[in-house]
């Protein structure tokens, strides 16, 4: 018995069959191009190809797709989808169950890659946890009693949007100071471009003058050599990142908080000022840390780093037919 | 069938004996004590006494207590107790167990409220919400699938912690600039001795100067006066809440967030800002207000006034036996 879960990224579209035991049994990649039917149609062409070659291994359970995008639950169509420019009301699960002739369980990308972390990963120990994804954005995915939380239409989880700066910069989301605008990979890039602008950051303007390729790694190399304004910056991220976790434990105390994605490659930079953060801002961590013994069983949240890798959002997709 | 609901307050002790259909059948009120053997006695009594009174009314379910401070589930003890100083580790429940020879379920009272305002109240209609307490402090009670969610240790829900004004005032809890420094009835007088101070609100030194009792109910009867000052300051705790309502509404997406509590009587003058800043602080309210008609069901959540008033916490302490 396998699954098959579809990762359909910016850029590259992945499908993988899943065995129930979490086993990845094969796997296709290829890039995204802009046309999203010739997309879809080289989903359909992957997924069958796959199950073809997987006919000796037992039946199909399902097809579990992870969209960048907020979905509509009920109709399949994505919402908005700022990364996949020209997929918004297109009827993308339906589409897809007309060429595959079964059904599909769409799903938001950061929510199934905290299905993921929760079935494989960071999260396997426990029943309730959230996960942060940093990349372009910030995404969120909240699992709790074991199974993704939706919320009333399917919007919950939009943790990259959680303010942190009442006046900060503005974000896409027509807010402004949103998590997202500190802590992604993106917002690094930009608060590096401004400390350069700002002349305050001599090091990085040599590395962006001298790099073509000049992003958050460059950053966090940077940071990791001691340049001050690269460090900065990266305490700028953990902290947006902290004042965000610290709230998400003051609401749900949570026992597992996965951060993931690839900036969360950054750990090493962002970490200290994110628990510094953590640990201010959460009324439970100070409770908790100010009589120990008193209170059995696991004291705090636990903040950890995802293991799964770019993996945690194509085994989350395949969970979800193995899970429903 | 009827159950047994005390809401033990900073100020008042209060019981109630409240029927499977939700009517009260009975209450006592007495005020609180200092002495908290003094007080456990007397809410023994006035249990003890309300069963009689109710024989022929038929059994008793059980015991649900309300108290305000932050209990650890597993020993029935008050962790912290700010607004009950002196009740810090004291078995609670054992002791009322032990008096009353009955077992007797213990909740911190913003979450019974909360299930008080779901099972009775606003939220009667869902089966997720939260509800916000507006009091001496900012109290917090979520509801998912029904029930109280109590998060790993018990500690979910401490809503008025969640920050607002990343250098804002100073809390209680140790951080700075939780929603509770803005929007609670202490930080309205607060706000408003703080104008006062700066020479700027000759208006609210008018009231201070002839009201012995200045407090936020006379900032409020000011602010509906068109006071500028006072109505500035029901602004800053309205965006408070908005920036807390609209952070919960990104994480969740309940559909229905409720506000109670004494100082939730100063809706007219917080509401506006409030509904402001949940609209430019939600991706939620922005995505599903982009596009109408495109989401079936209810689009946004609703955010209503509490409608138990003072009752809420005891009638939702009464209903912890009767939905366990």
Not at 42 to 54: D, F, G, N, Q, W
Not at 243 to 263: C, D, E, F, Q, R
């Amino acid at each position: 018995m396998y699954a098959i879960g579809v990762d359909l990224g910016g850029t590259n579209l992945r499908v993988a069959a899943v065995g129930s035991d979490g086993t990845v049994l094969d796997r296709v990649q290829t890039s995204v191009v802009p046309q999203r039917e010739v997309v879809v149609r080289e989903m359909c062409s992957a997924v069958r190809a796959i199950t073809l070659r997987l006919k000796a291994s037992g039946a199909l359970t399902g097809i579990g797709v992870g969209v960048p995008g907020i979905i509509d639950l009920q109709s399949g169509m994505l919402y908005a989808s700022p990364n996949l420019p020209g997929w918004e009301h297109y009827p993308v699960r339906q589409e897809i169950e007309r060429q595959l002739n079964t059904t599909v369980i769409l799903e938001n990308d950061a929510n199934a890659a905290a299905l993921g972390e929760k079935w494989l990963g960071a999260g396997r120990h426990v029943d309730d946890m959230c996960m942060i994804t940093l990349g372009t954005g910030v995404g969120g995915g909240l699992i709790l009693g074991g199974k993704i939380w939706h919320g009333a239409i399917g919007m919950a989880g939009e943790l990259g949007h959680i303010m942190v700066e009442p006046e900060g910069h503005p974000c896409g989301c027509g807010s402004r100071g949103c998590a997202e605008q500190y802590a992604s990979a993106t917002a690094i890039r930009r608060m590096a471009q401004e400390a350069i602008a700002a002349g305050q950051a001599p090091g990085l303007a040599r590395a962006a003058q001298t790099n073509k390729d000049f992003d958050s790694q460059t950053v966090y190399d940077l940071a990791m050599q001691g340049d001050g304004p690269a460090r900065q910056i990266f305490r700028k991220a953990g902290w947006a990142l902290g004042v965000m976790l610290a709230g998400l434990i003051n609401t749900l105390n949570l026992p597992v908080m996965v951060i993931g994605g690839g900036a969360s490659a950054g750990w090493e930079a962002f970490a200290p000022a994110m628990m510094e953060a953590v640990t201010f801002r959460s009324y439970v961590y100070k409770t908790t840390a100010a009589a120990p013994g008193e209170i059995a069983g696991p004291r705090n949240t636990t903040i950890l780093r995802a293991t799964l890798g770019s993996d945690a959002g194509l085994i989350g997709a395949a969970r979800l037919p193995l899970s429903s």
